[in-house]
Nanobody, 117 residues
Framework: VQLQASGGGLVQAGGSLRLSCAAS????????MGWFRQAPGKEREFVAS????????SYAEPVKGRFTISRDNTKNTVYLQMNSLKPEDTAVYYC???????????WGQGTLVTVSS
């Protein structure tokens, strides 16, 4: 599967952005989808994931209550709604997919989110 992330940009603290990740292929609904991020000088970290239908979600503690992951299997797309953004959310955000694996084995190219204070 190929993944194409979009929706990043510059936003003020407290603002919102919605990231999208479009996937190719006919078996999108069979993939567990995730979002990760990498801030400058830091390692990549898990942000959120959503399982196969009906879509059980999981979030990293720093984003709980502010970010929402969702998927539309009819559009082969996963979303990350980010609200109440903070400067520490600034990072390159990557979408990823895993199929019958505990490791994410497909990655998108990343989209930059910059939150100004």
């Amino acid at each position: 599967v190929q993944l194409q992330a979009s929706g990043g940009g510059l936003v003020q603290a407290g603002g919102s952005l919605r990231l999208s990740c479009a996937a190719s292929g006919r078996t999108f609904s069979s993939y567990v989808m995730g979002w990760f991020r990498q801030a400058p000088g830091k390692e990549r970290e898990f942000v959120a994931s959503i399982s196969l239908s009906p879509g059980i979600t999981s979030y990293a503690e720093p984003v709980k209550g502010r970010f929402t992951i969702s998927r539309d299997n009819t559009k082969n797309t996963v979303y990350l709604q980010m609200n109440s953004l903070k400067p520490e959310d600034t990072a390159v955000y990557y979408c990823a997919a895993r199929y019958r694996s505990t490791q994410y084995n497909y990655w998108g190219q990343g989209t930059l989110v910059t939150v100004s204070s």
